[in-house]
């Protein structure tokens, strides 16, 4: 993953993690991406081991982003857009613990623009049930199998929950 002086990393969980990544890849200032897992009690887990429910990881994107191009604010905007965050271990029609809505933050900057974003958003009345969003750091990330990195890239006619937004 290229890194510089003005790049920060943060991992995101908005449901299948194949679409997730292709909208934050297409997101100014996104340097790079690697989908994998993160949260849950399994040390390098497999899809397998993950789709089964009982390692605990959520699907999660990370993404390295230049500072001086975008924002973390620019960033959780473009989160919160592609899933619905009230929705406990689901998102369209996947259902699972691996799919829950997470923010996996890595400063506590990060921590508290996300927990001021998630403030804003339950003040502003746009959802009707509180916000399930797991908002956590201290968890490793582990790289997803490589069959799944840029998935859809490769598999333009793979399937994807967030498919329409993706087609604009």
């Not at 989908?35 to 009690?41: K, L, P, T, W």
């Not at 397998?48 to 959520?58: D, F, K, L, R, Y």
């Amino acid at each position: 993953m290229e890194e510089n002086t003005y790049s920060e990393k943060i991992s995101f969980g908005a449901g299948c993690f194949w679409g997730v990544e292709l909208t934050f890849m297409r997101h100014a200032g996104v340097i790079s991406t690697r989908v994998g897992y993160q949260g849950g009690h399994t040390e390098n887990p497999s899809y397998e081991a993950v789709c089964s429910g009982n390692t605990g990881h959520i699907e999660v994107v990370e993404v390295c982003f230049d500072t001086t191009k975008t924002n973390l604010n620019s960033l959780l905007d473009l989160f919160w857009s592609i899933h619905n965050p009230t929705l406990v271990n689901q998102q369209g029609p996947d259902i699972g613990t691996q799919y829950q809505s997470a923010v996996f933050y890595n400063n506590e900057q990060q921590k508290e623009i996300v927990e001021a974003d998630i403030k804003k958003l339950t003040e502003s009345g746009e959802y009707d049930k509180p916000i399930s969003t797991f908002v956590k750091t201290g968890f490793p990330f582990y790289q997803a199998e490589e069959y799944h990195q840029r998935y859809l890239e490769k598999n333009p006619n793979g399937y994807c929950h967030i498919q329409g937004l993706l087609n604009k």
